[in-house]
């Protein structure tokens, strides 16, 4: 099984309409994982039935019992994420979980109370299964989401056999893009003929090789700017990271979009083609 | 003072590009401090292009082991709710990148074994440009946690200029830590199935936060129109709709504002802002209101 991801560092480069196309050309051979658990979207593209929900608790919150509470004020001054307020009521969203205060507490006041983060589905799609989740508003671990999205689509990988399995990664370089792209085979870097983008390809670059994962670059709406494009591949020359391919600006992406179709089945003739060159090279 | 941020779910959708030209078009008028929290993935800079005069290293705080005092007790992994510490017969293991800086470990240690030093995950940068303060952050790659980088980079504003704060996508913790403490959010969209579901994200997490918020519809002629049907069951205002232009996309990629390129859109950028001031001075009244 060959393990990829696809990521961008900067947001809204086109990553998701381009696993949704792999998925559409893998002809059902693969898993699809949806990293980006905080704003999830490949579902909307390649539909999805429901197979399976599961709680996430990966966090606990303090919670204060004010019967037992002495108001001594050393839960407050210990506190490092400015959680607990004066009158000893504790913010669940500065709550980090470290139990400092639970841990501290004189008068045994405090106990930690596990916390539903979100949840993760697997469900069934046109091109085979799909293994999702939803963090919960506002909270934190989504690396940790990630990584239990991840290991279950691997396990669904081994048992039915399947040629690969494929990662939609979320934007940035922070924790849920690290579980994303820790010990993947290979890498897809979709990125814009942008300052922005440019200067986010650099860092996510960096990132790859910091876990020691080899990326190939796709340029999409290259012809937005010509002169950054230009930048874009003198920079890939320099860096020696292989150009998979150059992908034209096209309504054709939305409009598959709001259809809820992979765009590969919307179209015909070059942009297929070019689609179809960029997933033969990240996938071979 | 006005702390304005700039926030969307979905990345992509033009938040920067939204809050460098509010930014540069307030700075006309007045001293402005542009922050940009989205530190895994800086951008503003790029358009505004400050003269960056200092740069400060932000870090963790990490436990050190003297082995000198440490008796392999264990008390530290106990207390660790993060396991970033392993402790074996005759040495003690730290994961520096599991570990939150909580400090639970140095303070419950018996034998104060244990002392705190930083280790890095970033810079904050700072300069200026005519009227602006500019401020960011800079996550180092392979770093997992930017949280405490953005509260340090919100912790370099002065509090008494009108504040513009980027935000980085999403709405889990980094996006909380930099909208959290901002008098209004403008959230940043696109008329397409992403662009609905991620607002839809977004909007739910501006209201848990009770912060007040508006939209901008970027490339309002693409897609379809469920965003504005969304916006006015949510009675949520549309601050501004930018329809997709070539040119304008073109100019933005070459890293160039567009307020001063296109003079049409200083007045967009206007009505935008007094939309903005006359939604946060109403929500002050109200409040001032219910507390009578």
């Known amino acids: ?284 | 003072m006005m702390n304005l941020a700039i926030a969307s779910g979905k990345g992509g959708t033009g938040k920067t590009t939204v809050a460098v030209n509010l930014a540069l078009l307030l700075s006309q008028d007045e001293q402005v401090e542009f922050l940009d929290c989205d530190v895994e993935e800086p951008n503003a800079h790029l358009f505004i292009k400050p003269k960056f005069e200092s740069v400060k290293e932000v870090g963790i705080p990490n436990p050190v082991i003297d082995f000198n005092r440490c008796d392999f007790c264990g008390r530290c992994a106990e207390v660790c709710a993060f396991n970033a510490l392993a402790v074996f017969q005759e040495h003690v293991m730290v994961l520096p990148e599991l570990c939150h800086g909580c400090g639970s470990c140095a303070y419950f240690c018996p034998q104060k074994a244990i002392s705190e030093h930083d280790r890095t995950i970033g810079v904050i940068e700072s300069g200026s440009v005519n009227r602006i303060d500019f401020v960011h952050g800079c996550l180092n790659p392979g770093e997992a946690m930017s949280p405490p980088l953005i509260d340090a980079v919100k912790k370099m504003a002065s509090r008494d200029k009108m504040t513009v704060i980027d935000s980085p996508p999403g709405t889990s913790c980094p996006a909380i830590s930099a909208i959290k403490g901002s008098d209004f959010c403008i959230l940043v969209t696109e008329p397409t199935s992403f662009g609905l579901n991620d607002l839809d994200l977004v909007y739910q997490t501006v209201t848990r936060l009770g912060l007040p918020s508006g939209v901008v519809i970027n490339r309002c002629d693409i897609g379809d129109g469920r965003v504005e049907e969304y916006c006015r069951k949510n009675n949520l205002p549309v601050l501004l709709k930018v329809p997709f232009d070539r040119k304008v996309a073109g100019l933005c990629a070459c890293g160039e504002p567009v307020i001063f390129k296109f003079p049409a859109w200083q007045k967009n950028f206007k009505q935008l802002y007094d939309q903005v001031r006359i939604l946060v001075e109403g929500a002050v009244y109200n409040e001032k209101n219910d507390s009578y």
């Open chain 1, 1 to 284: 099984m060959k393990k990829m991801t696809v990521i961008s560092g900067k947001g809204g480069t086109g990553k998701t309409s381009l696993v949704g196309a792999f998925a559409s050309l893998a002809g059902g051979d693969l898993i699809l994982v949806d990293g980006d658990v905080d704003a999830a979207n490949l579902s909307l593209i390649t539909g999805s039935d429901l197979l399976e929900t599961h709680e996430f608790y990966a966090s606990k919150v303090a919670k204060i019992d004010r019967e037992k509470c002495s108001a001594c004020g050393l839960c407050i001054d210990l506190c490092r994420f400015e959680a607990i307020s004066k009158e000893y009521l504790v913010d669940p969203i500065n709550c980090e979980g470290c139990s400092f205060c639970a841990h501290a507490c004189p008068d045994g006041a405090v106990s930690m109370l596990d916390k539903t983060s979100g949840q993760w589905y697997v469900s069934n799609t046109t091109y085979g299964k799909l293994v999702h989740a939803r963090l919960g508003i506002a909270e934190e671990n989504s690396g940790k989401l990630v990584t239990t999205i991840r290991n279950r689509a691997q396990e669904l990988a081994e048992v039915s056999g399947k040629k690969y399995l494929l990662i939609d990664g979320p934007p940035g370089i922070g924790c849920p893009v690290i579980a994303s792209l820790a010990g993947v085979d290979a890498a897809l870097i979709v990125t814009e003929p942008s300052v922005s983008g440019i200067h986010d390809l650099e860092r996510v670059v960096a990132l790859c090789r910091y876990f020691e994962v080899s990326p190939v670059v796709c340029i999409n709406r290259y012809d937005l700017a010509e002169t950054q494009t230009s930048r874009i591949e003198d920079y890939c020359l320099k860096e020696r990271v292989p150009l998979a391919g150059k992908l034209p600006f096209n309504r054709s992406f939305v409009e598959a979009m709001v259809r809820g179709k992979p765009v590969t089945e919307w179209i015909d003739g070059s942009l297929l083609k070019e689609i179809n060159v960029v997933w033969e090279i990240l996938s071979k």
